[in-house]
């Protein structure tokens, strides 16, 4: 088995992804070929002998799975954000009203039951009336 592996670039995380991505093809009844390419590929990276270019695949299939992982959470991140902030005000529903700026859109919080105020938004100076 050394002999065979002599010289060669061996398995990496790149090579498992592959094993492991192409049964999902196999079982299709059309393109089980590109099953068969995925699986041929993987092997013919195991015992490739070019180790520069094998590596240089290997650090691309790293940043990219990197640049997901960046991406799912950050999404994972706005999603928390979002129900922290729906349980925020589904707790202080009985003490404030939230209403939105009519030019910037912006929610503004106001204390409940104070009778008509004249609300000035932070963000763009609008000055309106309402009732809370």
């Known amino acids: 088995m050394n002999r065979l592996m002599a010289n060669r670039y061996g398995i990496d995380a790149y090579s498992?992804?592959?094993?492991?991505?192409?049964?999902?093809?196999?079982?299709?009844?059309?393109?089980?070929?590109?099953g068969i390419f995925i699986t041929g590929y993987a092997?013919?990276?195991?015992?490739?002998?070019?180790?520069?270019?094998?590596?240089?695949?290997?650090?691309?299939?790293?940043?990219?799975?990197?640049?997901?992982?960046?991406k799912a959470n950050q999404a994972i991140a706005r999603v928390k954000a979002f129900f922290s902030l729906r349980t925020k005000r589904f707790q202080e529903r009985k003490s404030f009203v939230y209403l939105k700026c009519p030019k910037c859109r912006r929610f503004l919080r106001l204390?409940?039951?104070?009778?008509?105020?004249?609300?000035?938004?932070?963000?763009c100076k609008e000055v309106f009336i309402r009732k809370t």
């Open 43 to 70: 092997l013919f990276r195991i015992f490739s002998k070019d180790k520069a270019k094998r590596y240089a695949e290997f650090q691309k299939f790293t940043h990219i799975v990197q640049q997901f992982l960046f």
């Open 111 to 123: 204390p409940r039951k104070k009778g008509k105020l004249e609300v000035t938004c932070p963000v």
């Open 16 to 34: 498992i992804f592959l094993f492991l991505l192409s049964p999902m093809f196999l079982q299709t009844h059309y393109l089980w070929v590109i």
